[in-house]
């Protein structure tokens, strides 16, 4: 059987660390991650209190039942290094390295992970990030995410807004195959029309069923479609649950049993993996 390797993560919601306001609510959003953000959703004047901010929430525990990442600035600018101070006086359950190029770009923080909890997700949102995908997925074990900066890659690569996801397809399914083979999550990237909430959830079973793990928001109205998108429905669980039971019930009778048909599909071991997964899930998310 294979085992559930994360926690899940399909809302990963974007917070400016500078917006206190915005934090007061987080404790009632149904949210799986948080990205608080330290770079692009930060002015250069609120940067340093948007740190100590950050440290001050973090180490207040309110949000611990939720995954907690820190989006750093690049250290290639006095922001990015004065970052490292996040790291020294608070444990996220991860940061996110922004403009991540090759795998040094990810090696170079693992000596600053003086605990063993903070892991390591990168920005996927450069042309060198898509063809250096699997290198750097495979170049950490601290590395357990990749995140795709969908708005940086779209300006990289030249794309318009009507061919914009098509012009990315290639770069999603190159990262999610690294991903895949390195078992770590790949979370898609935002979407940037709030009102627009049709699109939105068209994007979310995009991805959903590409098999990504989840996507990035940038507004709590965005996570109630995204957790349901990317949630087994009833139906699926239903299915599951009934493939797990008819082929436990064959193998009592016939423990070599190979394959059994389920409602005139026929299913084999690899059908019943995928559904034992599909049930822990559920168990994780306590559906």
């Given at each position: 059987?294979?085992?559930?390797?994360?926690?899940?993560?399909?809302?990963?919601?974007?917070?400016?660390?500078?917006?206190?306001?915005?934090?007061?609510?987080?404790?009632?959003?149904?949210?799986?991650?948080?990205?608080?953000?330290?770079?692009?959703?930060?002015?250069?004047?609120?940067?340093?209190?948007?740190?100590?901010?950050?440290?001050?929430?973090?180490?207040?525990?309110?949000?611990?039942?939720?995954?907690?990442?820190?989006?750093?600035?690049?250290?290639?600018?006095?922001?990015?290094?004065?970052?490292?101070?996040?790291?020294?006086?608070?444990?996220?359950?991860?940061?996110?390295?922004?403009?991540?190029?090759?795998?040094?770009?990810?090696?170079?923080?693992?000596?600053?992970?003086?605990?063993?909890?903070?892991?390591?997700?990168?920005?996927?949102?450069?042309?060198?990030?898509?063809?250096?995908?699997?290198?750097?997925?495979?170049?950490?074990?601290?590395?357990?995410?990749?995140?795709?900066?969908?708005?940086?890659?779209?300006?990289?690569?030249?794309?318009?807004?009507?061919?914009?996801?098509?012009?990315?397809?290639?770069?999603?399914?190159?990262?999610?195959?690294?991903?895949?083979?390195?078992?770590?999550?790949?979370?898609?990237?935002?979407?940037?029309?709030?009102?627009d909430a049709k699109g939105f959830e068209e994007e979310c079973k995009y991805g959903s069923g590409l098999g990504l793990d989840g996507k990035t928001l940038i507004h709590p109205s965005?996570?109630?479609?995204?957790?349901?998108?990317?949630?087994?429905?009833?139906?699926?669980?239903?299915?599951?649950?009934?493939?797990?039971?008819?082929?436990?019930?064959?193998?009592?009778?016939?423990?070599?049993?190979?394959?059994?048909?389920?409602?005139?599909?026929?299913?084999?071991?690899?059908?019943?993996?995928?559904?034992?997964?599909?049930?822990?899930f559920k168990n994780l998310l306590g559906k």
């Amino acid at each position: 059987m294979e085992e559930i390797l994360h926690r899940p993560r399909r809302s990963v919601l974007y917070v400016p660390g500078s917006n206190e306001k915005a934090h007061s609510k987080i404790p009632t959003l149904d949210v799986d991650a948080l990205i608080y953000d330290l770079e692009d959703a930060v002015a250069p004047a609120a940067k340093d209190q948007a740190r100590l901010t950050i440290i001050s929430l973090v180490n207040s525990n309110q949000n611990s039942k939720k995954e907690q990442v820190v989006r750093l600035n690049s250290d290639d600018n006095e922001f990015g290094k004065k970052d490292y101070e996040v790291l020294e006086k608070c444990e996220p359950d991860a940061i996110l390295i922004p403009k991540v190029n090759a795998p040094e770009d990810v090696l170079k923080y693992v000596p600053y992970l003086q605990n063993k909890k903070t892991m390591i997700w990168a920005m996927m949102e450069t042309p060198h990030a898509i063809i250096n995908a699997n290198d750097i997925a495979s170049c950490s074990k601290k590395l357990n995410c990749f995140v795709m900066g969908t708005n940086d890659l779209s300006k990289e690569l030249d794309l318009n807004d009507v061919m914009r996801r098509t012009g990315l397809e290639t770069s999603i399914l190159t990262c999610l195959i690294a991903a895949k083979a390195n078992k770590i999550s790949l979370i898609d990237g935002v979407y940037n029309n709030i009102k627009d909430a049709k699109g939105f959830e068209e994007e979310c079973k995009y991805g959903s069923g590409l098999g990504l793990d989840g996507k990035t928001l940038i507004h709590p109205s965005q996570v109630d479609i995204c957790n349901k998108v990317y949630s087994p429905s009833d139906d699926e669980i239903n299915d599951a649950e009934k493939i797990v039971l008819t082929y436990e019930e064959a193998r009592k009778e016939n423990p070599k049993v190979g394959v059994i048909i389920v409602d005139g599909k026929q299913i084999e071991e690899l059908h019943v993996i995928r559904a034992r997964k599909l049930l822990a899930f559920k168990n994780l998310l306590g559906k």
